[in-house]
């Protein structure tokens, strides 16, 4: 990764070159800053906002547009590299996912970089490639960036923010407040494959277990959404805190009762087998490729049957309704047929996961 | 700051309580993490968009947008604290700044807090108080948020991210490459205030000096241009790498060259005096609250008139012009009346300024 170092034009400002390792000065703002966004970061992020060089993009909305979505998420997750994914996957969908939970069209994406003295620019361009390949999936530019450098012992490697921004049609604006009874509750694939992939590759345990991290972007999903169930409630991803505690934020939200039936929730075995060894419950795993998608019971159907169809939509089921306004509850019907509460995660099941 | 605990209610989502630190729990998305964001969160952030509680917000365009800002800082100064400010100030003033720099009206921002277990719930507090200060002085809200923890010797207390969206109006939009010959350079205050006084506050080599950051918001100051200044053709803020950096990205983004005054370049002397015991240039020192304002000569005595008259613009000077087009270049004119070039900032002179 080192490049030659050119000494000789002292009258021109030099492009800086970079060792093979993140040092403070890459963080200075000065030359060695802009030596790295040059022969690191261009490498990989091209958009036209990006390219103009300016502390702000300059971004042109598409005509008629009346509402935006924001949202922001720092990542943290360790260790960076996972099966399915690694920290910059993570940053880019978990970005996106959370615009398309507003209804939005996901469309820009900014990212800030916390570095940390001597990580090693080969791994920063694996992460880079990383953001930049799901950023193509998703759709999404990454207009605008920042980079700073944190002392040895300051930090964990890397941390990423990524802020988003997307447009919003009119006519579809889900939104957590909106759940009402009678709904149907669809949730759109496995749980806890996430959480418990990067719970495994940290290897504390010595546990080997054949999961993969779930992280995607869900753009499809919600664009076939839009047309098959326009009447859509809610839309969540049911990140940190897992299924259990992002319904619980809805039932609060909207004031109503949630029925589950525990039968009708997909987890993957290897999921299930590694959970029960812990003593982890897979409702409240991260996840970072499913949505919950709340829907008046009519639009039920053509929801469940465009969602199957749609990239990272093949194991979508009904797992419940929404039952009474009045009294914001999750509660579970068991395969025995009892009933339990469901609450949110409480403590710190697992830190660093996203 | 110890609040009382209620384990009574089992059958409710419980308003999970706070110790007096942060513990990993609170980054764990659920119940402590709403406890953290109900009691110390939700005392600073108001605004409707993050009292919706969804993972984006939803916001309206003022009719008729057709562009917006975007622009994204991390925050990893130390220390936390410094005379004029601290990081919760520089978080909001750095990134509406930027939104400033393209002739956005800043309006929107996102928050995005990585702490380090055992940070004390009392600073958070009282960068939270600084953070809601700051942006009601800037006129922006704070409309979506995130918080992770890290274990402890993997952070430094405090890192903030905050991203900013703003919106552009019609007929108004500086940017780097806009530079040209005949232009004038106009820089709104004195330089180097805000990396010596962190530098100072620091105490690793026992310097005191009365030296207070400038950290600010700067929108009175773009606003006066809007109409004093119609046609600026270029707004930046010299932050890290200073102004010796800030002017070089532009010679580069419009092949120019540019030529500065030594004399006519404001400076404390209690910053001149310490940067000269320490050897650092004060033109590559990091500002917090200053513009460069690159205008066509015919519209620079208006703008020095009105940015004299605003908040922050008290020591506006003219510090120089834009000689020709060809080659991106900075010179400076020294008090002894010769030139010499000024590079950018290489190396680390300072790190973790801002």
Redesign the interface.
């Known amino acids: 990764m080192t490049e030659s170092y050119n000494f000789e034009n ?5 492009p ?1 070159s970079h060792p093979d390792a993140v ?3 890459h ?8 030596g790295l966004i040059r022969q690191v970061f261009n490498k990989y992020f091209h958009s036209d906002a990006l390219m ?10 598409p ?1 008629g ?12 997750v360790s260790p960076l590299f996972f099966p399915g994914g690694d920290i910059g996957k993570l940053a880019v969908c978990g970005t996106v996912n ?2 398309l ?4 069209v996901p469309r ?1 994406l ?5 570095l940390e003295e001597g990580f090693p620019i080969e791994r920063l361009e694996l992460v880079l490639a990383s953001m930049r390949d799901s950023a193509a999936e998703a759709g999404v530019e990454i ?4 980079t ?4 040895r ?4 490697g890397l ?1 990423i ?1 990524t ?4 447009t ?1 049609p009119d006519g579809f ?1 889900p ?3 909106n759940a009402q009874p009678g709904d149907a509750v669809i949730l759109s694939g496995t749980l806890g494959d996430h959480g418990m992939a990067v719970f495994c590759a940290r290897g504390e345990l010595g546990i080997q277990a054949d999961i993969t991290s779930d992280v995607a972007p869900l753009n499809a999903i919600v664009d076939a959404l839009r047309s098959a169930a326009p009447h859509t409630h809610v839309l ?2 049911p ?3 897992g299924l259990s ?1 992002a319904l ?2 809805i ?3 909207s004031n109503v009762t949630i029925e589950l039936n525990e039968a009708s929730i997909p987890i993957r075995s290897e999921v299930a087998s590694v959970c029960e060894m812990l003593g982890f419950d897979p409702l ?1 795993v ?1 996840n970072e490729g499913k949505l919950i998608i709340i829907v008046p019971d009519a639009e039920k159907e053509a929801a469940l049957n465009v969602i199957r169809q749609a990239p990272y939509g093949a194991q979508v089921a009904l797992i419940g309704r929404v039952t009474t306004a009045g009294k ?2 999750v509660t579970l019907r068991t395969a025995l047929g009892t009933h339990r ?1 469901l ?10 996961i996203c």
Chains 1, 2 share one sequence.
């Open positions: 002292f009258s021109c400002p030099l800086a040092i403070l000065g963080g200075s703002g000065g030359s060695l800053t802009s103009q060089g300016n502390d702000a993009a300059n971004l042109a909305l005509a547009t009346g509402r935006i979505a924001v949202t922001t998420d720092s990542h943290i959370d615009l939970t507003a209804g939005a820009w900014t990212a800030g970089f916390i207009v605008t960036g920042d700073k450098v944190v002392e012992g300051k930090g964990d941390f923010n802020s988003g921004v997307g919003i604006q939104g957590g407040a969540r991803d990140t940190r805190g505690t619980n934020e039932a609060e939200q409240t991260a914001p509850l509460i609450d949110r995660l409480s403590g710190e099941m697992l830190p660093r």
